[in-house]
């Protein structure tokens, strides 16, 4: 697995892998039970979502997509 994206909030990262997701794409967010639990943490250290190493470059894609899709105005 790599890590593909460090998110600040919990939020992010379950809405990436979401998006991974509709694609096929089986994603994990590494620091999911911290972003639950105490979400101030996450703000120094991130909450990383990795995908396997063969999906990298796609879920790469996919991810600029959507961000540039979601920042557009």
């Given at each position: 697995?790599?890590?593909?994206?460090?998110?600040?909030?919990?939020?992010?990262?379950?809405?990436?892998?979401?998006?991974?997701?509709?694609?096929?794409?089986?994603?994990?967010i590494?620091?999911?039970?911290?972003?639950?639990?105490?979400?101030?943490?996450?703000?120094?250290?991130?909450?990383?979502?990795?995908?396997?190493?063969?999906?990298?470059?796609?879920?790469?894609?996919?991810?600029?997509?959507?961000?540039?899709?979601?920042?557009?105005?």
């Amino acid at each position: 697995m790599v890590i593909l994206r460090k998110y600040t909030m919990l939020m992010q990262a379950e809405l990436a892998k979401l998006e991974l997701a509709s694609y096929g794409i089986e994603a994990a967010i590494l620091d999911e039970n911290l972003g639950s639990i105490a979400p101030h943490l996450t703000l120094l250290n991130g909450v990383r979502l990795a995908v396997a190493d063969q999906d990298e470059q796609n879920a790469e894609g996919i991810i600029n997509a959507m961000t540039k899709r979601n920042t557009a105005q």
